[in-house]
């Protein structure tokens, strides 16, 4: 019995031993960006589009049988305290759609979209609103604020109903 006890008690050790080394190389591993891809579950569907809402029921009508959805929306940002913001532009996808020479903007976006507003020219506080949006826009909604302070302002992705 003590044998076995012994031989048992070896092996376990050997294997804390090694799974601990395993351990620190994986942990060491993911300080590379290449690695932590490919080893970190979060990292890979981090880029994933979710559809949302996630847990609506399907009302189960015949008539959204024969609706298109579209996958564009429209939404209106505005600043109220400045007549216009020529160096001001609105990004999608780190691309430049329009500058805020109005004090509303329609912005026409798909789903997906990363939206930003760039103030990095101002070295004031500029408050913007999302004053308006279309029925099939999930986010951002309408009535929420972004605070510049000469910075890139990220809204964020785009989601569509």
């Known amino acids: 019995m003590k044998k076995f006890i012994k031989l048992v008690e070896r092996y376990l050790m050997r294997t804390i031993v090694i799974t601990l080394v395993v351990l620190v190389v994986v942990q060491s591993l993911m300080t590379y960006d290449n690695w932590r891809f490919y080893l970190s579950l979060g990292e890979r569907l ?10 609506t029921a399907d009302k189960g009508e015949e008539d959204n049988l024969k609706e298109v959805k579209s996958p564009y929306a429209l939404l209106t940002i505005s600043y109220d305290k400045y007549d216009a913001l020529p160096k001001a532009n609105i990004l999608i996808n780190d691309k430049v759609l329009a500058n805020l020479t109005d004090n509303d903007v329609d ?5 997906g979209d990363v939206l930003e507003i760039d103030a990095t020219a101002y070295n004031f506080p500029i408050e913007f609103i999302v004053s308006g949006v279309s029925d099939n826009l999930f986010f951002p ?3 929420e604020i972004y605070i ?14």
């Not at 981090?46 to 847990?55: M, R, Y």
């Not at 510049?148 to 109903?161: D, E, R």
């Open 46 to 55: 981090e880029g994933q589009v979710i559809k949302f809402p996630v847990n």
């Open 107 to 111: 912005v026409l976006v798909a789903a």
């Open 141 to 143: 909604e309408k009535g």
């Open 148 to 161: 510049s302070n000469q910075s890139l302002v990220m809204i964020g992705k785009i989601i569509v109903k």
